[in-house]
């Protein structure tokens, strides 16, 4: 429904041309005369009238509901908004003694340089070095370093933090004098914006008919913030024709999701599969883009803080690419992404300071890089002279 809305003086001089159409005798609507005040204190109550028609507009409508409105609105389906994510990486516990065994016990802290963001030692019971009987991760005599996995303390997209950055321990552990993330973090998001809660919605109750791809996205979107997929029918992963089956493959951002969120995909898949029907669930392939260039610099800029500038640039927008085809949230096409060459020199030409590009190249040539629907394109070495 449209409400069409009027200001406070077209409210009065449509009462006042009214009055005029319906009356031959001369009508006063002077600034002071006793029509003139009836039609504008009828307008006033007119507009705030007005105002409340459209805040119930507003709080009743998906369109038009924000924040905890539309979270009501959305619960009488009970559809509920997704919640941010905290990212995890994995931080190197270094000595520069080895010579007794050292523990890196569950929930010790630390946190970046500058402060802004804190991590904990989480559990995972792959890593090795693991001690159930000491609730830690055992450094060995003879060892300098383990790498331990660690999650932020606060759940946001900020917690995505670059590769050695993660260098103040917060908390004392004997036998353990510094730490080092030699990767980025990744996997942290905020929560599921009204925006996209919206758009999820539409995919909700289009895959409310079990059965079909639209369910399918609708059955995977709804795991987490953030995740990417793409779905190949009748098509095994090695590329060989099977009816009646399907593969999804999807990921988190990082590239390599945990194995939780492919058993979580699988059975939220199973629950509105048709009778019959068979499917599989499969992380992304990593396909890495080395990059290496050459720039120049404008006169007045620092040639070392503009090339950091474009290796940073350049690698933030290889990792933040998609699974398949590069759809990021709603049913992608399925078909092969493309990972452009002259786009790389666009995102260094667009740095402040860069003049010109010399020597570049992707993966040592000058194409394009074509993905399947299994692929994922992340930063290899991203070289910038």
């Known amino acids: 429904m449209i409400l069409n809305t009027q200001t406070f003086t077209q409210l009065v001089q449509n009462q006042a041309a009214a009055i005029q159409t319906k009356t031959a005798a001369l009508v006063d609507f002077t600034v002071g005369s006793v029509l003139r005040a009836v039609v504008e204190a009828t307008s006033a109550v007119a507009l705030w009238l007005q105002a409340v028609a459209l805040q119930v507009m507003s709080l009743t409508r998906a369109a038009t509901s924000n924040k905890s409105d539309l979270d009501s609105w959305m619960a009488d389906y009970s ?47 792959t890593n090795p070095n693991w001690s159930a009987a000491l609730q830690g991760y055992v450094i060995a005599p003879g060892v300098s370093s ?59 109750i289009d895959g409310l008919r079990a059965g079909t791809r639209a369910a399918v996205a609708n059955a995977i979107l709804g795991l987490q913030v953030g995740v990417a997929y793409s779905i190949v029918e009748d098509q095994t992963l090695a590329g060989v024709y099977q009816p009646g089956f399907f593969y999804v493959v999807i990921d988190d951002g990082s590239g390599n999701p945990p194995s939780t969120l492919l058993t979580a995909a699988y059975a939220a898949i199973d629950a509105i599969r048709p009778i019959t029907i068979t499917f599989a669930t499969f992380a992304p392939v990593i396909v890495t883009a080395d990059v290496s260039m050459t720039i120049g610099t404008a006169t007045g800029y620092d040639h070392n803080t503009v090339v950091g500038q474009v290796a940073q640039a350049i690698t933030v927008y290889l990792d933040s690419q998609t699974v398949g085809a590069g759809a990021f949230g709603f049913i992608p096409t399925g078909g092969p992404a493309v990972l452009s060459y002259f786009r790389l020199a666009q995102i260094a030409m667009d740095v402040e300071g860069v003049t010109d590009i010399s020597s570049y190249t992707l993966n040592l040539g000058t194409a394009d890089i074509t993905l399947t629907p299994q692929q994922v394109i992340k930063a290899g070495a991203v070289s910038v002279s």
């Open 79 to 125: 559809f509920v908004r997704l919640g941010a994510n905290a990212a995890t990486g994995l931080v190197t516990f270094s000595r520069f003694t080895p010579t007794l065994q050292a523990v890196v016990p569950l929930g010790a802290t630390m946190q970046t340089g500058d402060g802004s963001q804190q991590f904990t030692v989480i559990l995972d019971e």
């Open 146 to 204: 383990i790498a331990v996995l660690v999650r932020a303390v606060n759940a946001s997209t900020a917690s995505n933090v670059l590769a050695n950055t993660v260098t103040v321990l917060t908390t004392q552990i004997a036998g353990v004098d510094f730490i080092n993330n030699a990767g980025a973090f990744t996997g942290g998001s905020s929560p599921e914006s009204d925006a996209a809660f919206r758009a999820r919605f539409a995919v909700f």
